[in-house]
């Protein structure tokens, strides 16, 4: 029986608590029917430190945050190519070294600059036969002893053979050939030299030793840091507040220490995919060894003093990362989502709202 007893009590007690949680579900869902619509005048009455007027305006120096990115413009990046085809014999330098203008880069074997050599050297002998031909020729045609054709024919090939053999010269020139050596020495040359045309690190090696290559192949990659530079990405809606000469501010990865810099050009256009426009800065202080090619930036620019229009920090009440505003509409306040909101000390700025009464102080105990 005392079993009995006690199971019936423990399946009551159980409804009963059922029914309980149930009754407070209830009660609060018409509490929250019965609150109702904010009131002006209830709430007004209710609580003084709640203050009704229009938008108030405040002068403010805004910083446009942004990000940005260190960079080292076109002019101090250094694409190393060979003007020719061939093997790669040697090659000195590896990514993170330094190199001097002028230093040896790689040396390149291609052994058909021989046959260019040899066609250089039987041309130039051809046009010495070429040119005693019409000196022959135009001292007969004086006398009337050859023909008017004869000494054409004579010019004709003068000149063929002078423009082949200067176009060759020319090109073995280009080549790194010692066309000098090669017509007082015949002395022929199978291996050609590629030189530094600028110091810098290297930044990249794009090949092997051994490998063959083309001239359209890149080997190497020189950076010269001496002029790097920020560029920023702003969002469009902050192009207008933007000039050159502005001072910005921008700090590296990982590191609290500011840098200054300053605004020098404006893209005149925005970027398609991002929305934003691209700003070139000088960087103010010389080069630190902190900043690097290619880290990424925070950002921001100061912008002239405005008057604008907006809120007292007071006046708006923060969900999350979202602000918020309450607006009367008739007898009713309503609770506004802020968009685009730029807090500038105690001070918040926003996309306008279409409304001429507002909270302006004691947001917090409208609810």
């Known amino acids: 029986m005392n079993k009995i007893y006690l199971f019936i009590l423990a399946t009551t007690l159980l409804y009963s608590c059922g029914n309980a949680d149930k ?56 694409s190393v190519h060979s003007r020719s085809e061939g093997f790669i014999e040697g090659m000195t330098y590896l990514p993170g070294d330094y190199v001097k203008k002028g230093a040896l ?18 041309t130039k002998a051809q046009l010495a036969m070429a040119k005693k031909d019409y000196d022959r020729k135009q001292r007969l045609q004086s006398e009337k ?35 000098e050596a090669l017509e007082a020495e015949q002395k022929f040359q199978s291996t050609l030299y590629i ?28 950076a010269n840091d001496d002029h790097v530079h920020l560029e920023l990405q702003v969002l469009s809606k902050y192009v207008p507040l933007l000039a050159i000469g502005q001072k ?11 840098f200054g810099a300053e605004i020098v050009k404006l893209n005149p ?13 000088h960087i103010d202080e010389e080069h630190d060894l902190q900043i690097i090619a290619g880290m990424f930036v925070n950002a921001e ?20 990362t979202d602000y918020f505003a309450y607006c009367v509409e008739g007898d009713v306040l309503k609770k506004h989502l ?15 709202i279409q409304s001429e009464q507002m909270v302006i102080a004691g947001a917090y105990y409208v609810e």
């Not at 256009?269 to 800065?281: I, K, R």
């Not at 912008?303 to 009440?317: R, S």
């Not at 802020?338 to 306008?352: A, E, P, Q, R």
């Open 23 to 78: 009754s407070t579900i209830e009660e609060d869902a018409m509490h929250a029917e019965e609150r109702g619509p904010l009131l002006v005048e209830e709430l007004l009455a209710a609580n003084p430190a709640i203050k009704i007027g229009t938008m108030p305006s405040r002068i403010v120096q805004q910083k446009v945050i942004c990000t940005g990115k260190i960079e080292i413009p076109p002019t101090e990046l250094i």
């Open 105 to 122: 880069l790689f040396t390149i074997t291609n052994t058909h600059l021989v046959e260019k050599q040899r066609i250089l050297l039987e």
């Open 145 to 179: 002893v050859t023909t008017e054709k004869a000494l054409d024919e004579s010019t004709a090939r003068k000149e063929l053979l002078t423009a082949t053999y200067e176009g060759l010269k020319n090109e073995l020139e280009l080549l790194g050939i010692d066309v």
């Open 195 to 222: 030189y530094a045309s600028d110091a810098g690190y290297v930044h990249e090696v794009l090949v092997n030793k051994g490998q063959m290559i083309q001239p359209s192949d890149n080997l190497m990659q020189i």
């Open 248 to 258: 910005a501010q921008f700090t590296l990865p990982n590191s609290a220490k500011k």
């Open 269 to 281: 256009m925005l970027n398609d995919e991002t929305g934003t426009l691209n700003v070139h800065c």
């Open 301 to 320: 620019v100061e912008v002239e003093a405005n008057d604008v229009h907006g809120l007292p920090l007071e006046a708006v009440v923060k969900e999350g």
């Open 338 to 352: 802020l968009k685009n909101v730029v807090v500038s000390g105690d001070f918040i700025t926003f996309d306008t």
